[in-house]
């Protein structure tokens, strides 16, 4: 049995972050994460690897489309999804190894294996380390994993999930992808910039649900645009492969005939054999732990993060929480301001939100006002050649104060920043509008879009 003060079942952005702050603030850590690297499902076959894609296949249809609208020219342009693949794993590699090096830095020992929690204060590890651990503190943060849907013959090469997606071997002829969320649309496009025909089944009668209805349905217009095929208010009922095809059957309809599928409904959270049930931590009915203030779960000593509580999947969440959790273990208090969490959708052009939507304003019978101002109308949007989009920005109608704030535009996920910090200290749309932005500079839609909250914008 090794003692710890804290044991973190989990290598993700909740679990190293959190066991990095622990170790700055004096405890001896433990971090347990069955998979070779750290960094999660977000470094490993998530969030980095997607971005990556994202980031080479729109070079790549630039290379193709829009070089000559610069006074480039270029000769034939050919894929490389070899390259563009190796790539992929280059990058990943080295985040990796740079959470291995910080890890060892702030002196946590890292356990390679599956943690199960066996009692209140101990962690067996099966795996390459074969070891009891015991603390008084036990962190969960073992993220989530892709969702499935009844009746879908999952192969993990035609018909598969998000992991799987990011490694295909060769550019689908017809790629179906099953929801309109973040991942289905990121891989989704990804593909289809690659020269893939893509059609999104989505059982909802929009896209992206969740986000700001205005800003979803002006994005479907700009997604069909280049090509991306939708059809919206779809019950897929099942998903059957024929030789080196794949069968969509719809309720109600015909099915559809294509060469992969990829599923993308969703992710749950990732508990199986923990020891949830054994020790009584409470879960809800989406199977995700319950925790009280703190991170608290049922069980005392015991706290969870990330993906596995309620709350967006995302890793800045997580990360977020883990420190949070750890800064209430040891300093007694902890916090996280939940209006405050950016989400961003890295389609071109990119989504990005905080705070509250229009519709749910709404719905809690919150009086508001509203800004908007297009790309359209901005400099720095015409020189880059991307002026499709807007920003907007939400208010209280009695205080002024930001609400919330929506970006559909070039380089959407840097600009929300500014936001985020807004509505992290109180800031009223007028404090937006006062602050100097330069020029010329995407930013400055968020100057204008506050001005127009107050009815005084100067460029549109």
């Not at 020189?383 to 499709?388: A, D, F, P, S, V």
Request: glycine content about 12%.
């Amino acid at each position: 049995m090794e003692r710890f003060d804290l044991i973190v079942i989990g290598g993700g952005p909740g679990g190293y972050t959190a066991a990095i702050r622990a170790a700055q603030l004096g405890l001896s850590v433990a971090c347990v994460e069955k998979e070779p690297i750290c960094g999660g499902t977000c470094l490993r076959v998530g969030c980095i690897p997607s971005k990556v894609l994202l980031e080479s296949s729109e070079r790549y249809v630039e290379a193709k489309n829009s070089f000559s609208n610069h006074g480039i020219k270029v000769g034939d342009v050919a894929l490389d999804l070899a390259g563009l693949m190796a790539r992929k794993e280059t990058v990943v590699r080295n985040l990796a190894r740079g959470i291995d090096t910080l890890l060892k830095k702030n002196h946590v020992r890292r356990y390679r294996g599956t943690g199960h929690v066996t009692a209140q204060h101990v962690v067996r590890v099966d795996g390459e380390d074969k070891v009891e651990l015991e603390a008084p503190h036990i962190i969960l943060a073992t993220g989530s994993m892709p969702a499935s849907l009844p009746n879908v013959d999952y192969d993990g090469d035609r018909i598969v999930t998000s992991t799987e997606a990011l490694s295909f071997g060769d550019v689908p002829a017809h790629l179906v992808v099953i929801g309109a969320g973040y991942i289905g649309l990121e891989l989704g496009m990804v593909w289809m910039r690659l020269g893939a025909r893509v059609t999104v089944l989505e059982y909802l009668p929009r896209i992206l649900p969740g986000t700001d209805e205005e800003m979803a349905a002006e994005a479907l217009k700009l997604f069909q645009r280049q090509g991306m095929e939708f059809r919206l208010d779809t019950r897929v009922t099942s998903v059957k492969r024929e030789n080196d095809q794949c069968r969509v059957y719809l309720e109600g309809g015909e099915p559809i005939s294509c060469d992969r599928v990829l599923v993308a409904v969703g992710r749950v959270p990732c508990t199986q054999g923990l020891g949830l049930q054994e020790l009584g931590i409470q879960t809800d009915r989406s199977g995700r732990i319950v925790v009280q203030e703190g991170f608290r779960t049922s069980v005392e000593g015991i706290y969870a993060v990330g993906d596995l509580i309620a709350g967006p999947m995302l890793a800045h969440k997580a990360q977020e929480e883990g420190v949070a959790c750890v800064e209430g273990i040891v300093e007694g208090y902890s916090h996280v301001n939940y209006d405050a969490i950016p989400s961003v959708c890295y389609t071109h052009p990119e989504i990005a939100a905080v705070g509250k939507t229009e519709e749910s304003l709404r719905k809690a019978g919150t009086a508001f006002t509203k800004g908007v101002f297009p790309f359209l109308a901005n400099g720095r949007a015409h020189t880059l050649g991307e002026t499709e989009g807007r920003v907007k920005i939400l208010a209280d109608a009695k205080t002024d104060r930001v609400l919330g704030v929506h970006i559909l535009g070039p380089r959407a996920g840097d600009l929300i920043a500014e936001a985020v910090a807004a509505i992290q200290f109180g800031a009223s749309s007028e404090d937006l509008a006062r602050t100097c932005h330069a020029h010329p500079t995407l930013s400055e839609a968020i100057k204008e879009a506050a001005l127009a909250v107050l009815g005084r914008a100067i460029h549109f």
